[in-house]
């Protein structure tokens, strides 16, 4: 295996140069292009907002490209000086570098741990490859068994349960309670920034009727335009929350503005036990505490937060059992791998000692010609093929625990030993 | 050779199927992997085929009360199956394989409890022997299954309602349908098990005066069975007549099958002849 994973992440580049180093299509098709050609290596871009990487494989008897000759075509391609792209870069050679693609396609080496998004990612990348026919037989194998692994990952661990955003878990509790969304009206008190997100998460469930509510009509007309609703008066907001199924409050109100008793007088005498989720995003909050009760459900921010913060830790429980698994299927892929490369090394080998013994052979059954009888002849011929399979036997063998230790040195060795060309 | 070893099932093998596959659901949810549910599958199949069998083989009265356990475990069995198929990443094998183990085992006590009941044959229901005694079984029994999905779709809400309310995340937990959807099962449930138990209850309380003593009406099933109707009617008051929240219907809904097992326990006035 001659692979290598050059590029940078979080974790070695500031963003500032990740922006400048990010691919759009036409650079992307340019860097496979040019790169395949240039190195005559089989190779993989992979770019997304934490990370720009490539991926380049080589044939095992040519020298691997390191990372100042890729800082170099980087420089070349983003109009940048090599220094300053270099001291950023990582290398990942052979075994490291696919351990390294299949942590990132299972999201372990992403910044929200376990996030799904990523595995769709070095799908697109490797597919963009192939399309561009620069993914040779090393990439297909190492991206496949990416993906394999990834969907392992997730299926067999923890690792991508729970949401671990403020509007993902409101978005949680939403599907906790609801079953369906055509039917339930949305309302959003107030126009504050915060919960925006949770609005559109809201919004992409295609809710029956957004409703908006604000002192300000024209900042109410605002939110109502971005989100498909429609604006209701702020002095009929306890009819609002009687029609409300989700109500998703972001006022900038310096005291509540339901109260407990204005809650239980005006509104949920109306409702007739119908569930309701309440989203009080606002500093300060915006509904008393104490209407949560069995029917009632009222989050605040801190309580979604704390909600997002325990997703993550379970998460990280699920960590050694993920990594557990990226190193099993590390170590059968290079096994793979090897042995795969092992077949046309030990064709080779027979053949060419095949040839040594046939050269020794010929003369010496020629010499003898007349003095054996065929029987003696095949005696002969057997001894020599027992002698081959027996010299032969040793190197196999150990040719083939090397590939399952996952390293091809021996295999290279002997390569040069023969003069075989792989 | 297949006939003995059908012959030779009996609630042991039925119950301890369910059992593995009870367990291997559980180990799915605290350790994740596909292979905890592909075993567990297959032992949930095993146990219900097993379960058919004896089923076919013994034909248990639905109106002795190991055979109505039996039978509605036998339904609740087929119930599981389509959950865990049907809603695979629900812990829904955690919540009905209980109910049916219970059922299969106390079917398995009844059955040598009450050994005078246990000498009911199909032929002999389908020549017209206890034919409305076995009419009122069926419909019983009919009933009986929508109170167990209402009692198993209840018990999922209380605990569902509770989590909310607790604030507790979802995911952190084992995951279940949502509200809407079980107060919807409940619902259902319901509504298809009154007319039903109603009619199940005509029919049984017609025999009763045709063939039965004072005796017979103040019998622990009989009161059972009453009352569990009542509770029924009291259930669909509050749900369409005053709009009660759903968290207290599912905890009367509990109540019911509390009911519902006494009434299946209790000893059949129609299991050991009378009525024809």
């Known amino acids: 295996m001659n692979l290598r994973t050059i590029g940078c992440n979080v974790s070695s580049a500031a963003v500032d140069l990740r922006e400048r180093l990010a691919f759009d299509a036409a650079k992307t098709q340019r860097a496979l292009t040019e790169l395949s050609a240039r190195f005559a290596a089989e190779v993989v871009v992979l770019d997304t907002c934490n990370r720009v990487e490539l991926y380049v494989s080589r044939i095992d008897t040519v020298a691997p490209v390191h990372s100042p000759l890729m800082a170099e075509f980087l420089s070349e391609l983003h109009g940048l000086p090599a220094s300053e792209i270099a001291p950023h870069l990582y290398e990942h050679a052979d075994t490291a570098a696919a351990k390294h693609l299949f942590r990132v396609a299972s999201g372990l080496d992403s910044v929200v741990l376990g996030e799904a998004q990523i595995a769709g990612q070095v799908k697109d990348a490797y597919e963009t490859a192939q399309q561009a026919g620069a993914a040779g037989p090393l990439l297909n194998a190492l991206f496949s068994a990416a993906l394999r692994v990834s969907k392992r990952v997730r299926s067999e661990t923890g690792i991508g349960q729970g949401h671990v955003s403020v509007s993902s878990a409101a978005l949680d509790f939403v599907r906790v309670v609801f079953n369906t969304f055509t039917d339930k009206t949305v309302l959003v008190i107030g126009a504050g920034k915060m919960g925006r997100l949770t609005l559109k998460h809201l919004a992409d469930l295609h809710p029956a009727a957004v409703l908006v509510t604000n002192r300000s009509s024209e900042k109410a007309a605002t939110v109502a335009n971005d989100c498909g609703g429609r604006v209701v008066p702020w002095e009929q907001l306890d009819e609002a929350l009687v029609q409300a199924d989700i109500v998703l409050s972001t006022t900038g109100a310096p005291e509540p503005i339901v109260s407990r008793r204005r809650f239980d007088e005006k509104v949920r005498r109306g409702r007739g036990g119908r569930p309701l989720l309440i989203f009080d995003m606002a500093v300060p909050r915006d509904f008393d505490a104490s209407i949560h009760d069995g029917e009632v459900s009222v989050f605040n921010v801190d309580d979604l937060t704390r909600v997002a913060d325990r997703s993550m830790a379970e998460r990280r429980r699920h960590l050694p059992a993920a990594e557990t698994i990226v190193e099993t299927e590390v170590k059968k892929f290079v096994a793979d791998w090897n042995r795969r490369a092992n077949g046309p090394v030990i064709g080779q080998l027979t053949a060419e000692v095949e040839k040594i013994r046939d050269a020794v052979l010929a003369p010496l059954l020629d010499k003898l010609n007349g003095k054996l009888t065929d029987s003696e002849k095949a005696y002969i011929e057997g001894a020599f093929r027992l002698f081959q399979n027996r010299l032969l036997h040793g190197p196999i063998a150990a040719l083939h625990e090397a590939s399952h230790e996952g390293h091809g040195g021996l295999r290279e060795a002997l390569m040069k030993l023969f003069g075989l060309k792989g | ?276």
């Open chain 2, 1 to 276: 050779m297949t006939g003995t070893l059908i012959q030779g099932i009996h609630h042991y093998c039925i119950g301890l199927s369910y059992l593995c596959a009870f367990l291997l659901e559980l180990a799915r949810l605290l350790w994740p992997a596909k292979g905890w549910r592909i075993a567990g599958l297959v032992f949930g199949v095993a146990g219900l085929f097993a379960h058919t069998a004896y089923l076919l083989v013994n034909q248990p009265p639905p109106s002795a009360p190991y055979g109505s356990l039996l039978l509605l475990a036998w339904v609740l069995a087929l119930f599981y199956l389509y959950g865990t198929v049907h809603h695979a990443k629900q812990a829904w094998a955690i919540f009905v394989l209980p109910v049916v183990i219970v059922l299969v085992a106390m079917s398995r006590v009844l059955l040598f409890a009450t050994p005078g009941q246990n000498d009911f044959s199909f032929a002999r229901w389908l020549a017209g022997d206890r034919f409305w005694g076995a009419v009122h079984g069926v419909l019983i029994l009919l009933a009986s299954v929508g109170v167990s999905v209402g009692f198993l779709a209840s018990v999922m809400y209380l605990i569902q309602a509770r989590r909310l309310r607790n604030k507790v995340a979802p995911d952190s937990v084992v995951p279940m349908l949502s509200l809407e959807r079980l107060e919807t099962m409940n619902r259902r449930a319901l509504n298809v098990a009154f007319p039903l138990l109603t009619a199940g209850l005509l029919v049984g309380t017609l025999l009763l005066k045709h063939g039965y003593d004072i005796d017979n009406w103040l019998s622990l099933k009989v009161l059972s069975t009453a009352g569990l109707w009542l509770v029924f009617l009291v259930l669909l008051y509050l749900r369409y007549g005053v709009h009660v929240p759903a968290r207290r219907l599912a905890a009367l809904s509990v109540v019911a099958f509390g009911l519902l097992l006494v009434a299946l326990v209790a000893s059949h006035p129609f299991a050991t002849g009378g009525a024809q």
